[in-house]
């Protein structure tokens, strides 16, 4: 269910990502917000208050969350 909740799945390559689905579950996971210049914030729930993400963090956590369904991607 974790792979495909992530729009993760099989082919006769390998692994298939669905990214509309991965972006859609990203959303469910993390208040993302983004502004007019690109930036990214997302809401921190123990501070309540949104952080500035750089594009690195969002891509680290992008992964962290493939990784709980799967740690060898």
């Known amino acids: 269910m974790q792979w495909k909740n992530r729009g ?3 082919n ?3 692994l298939a990502l669905n990214s509309n689905v991965f972006a859609k ?6 208040h993302l ?3 007019m210049n690109g930036q990214f ?4 729930f123990t501070e309540g208050v949104y952080l500035g993400l750089d594009e690195r963090v969002l891509k680290a956590i992008c992964r ?3 990784l709980e369904a799967e ?3």
């Open 41 to 44: 914030f997302a809401y921190c």
């Open 64 to 66: 962290d969350i493939l």
């Open 8 to 10: 993760l799945g099989k």
């Open 33 to 35: 917000v983004q502004l």
């Open 12 to 14: 006769k390559n390998g």
């Open 71 to 73: 740690p060898d991607i």
């Open 25 to 30: 579950y990203i959303l469910k996971r993390v």
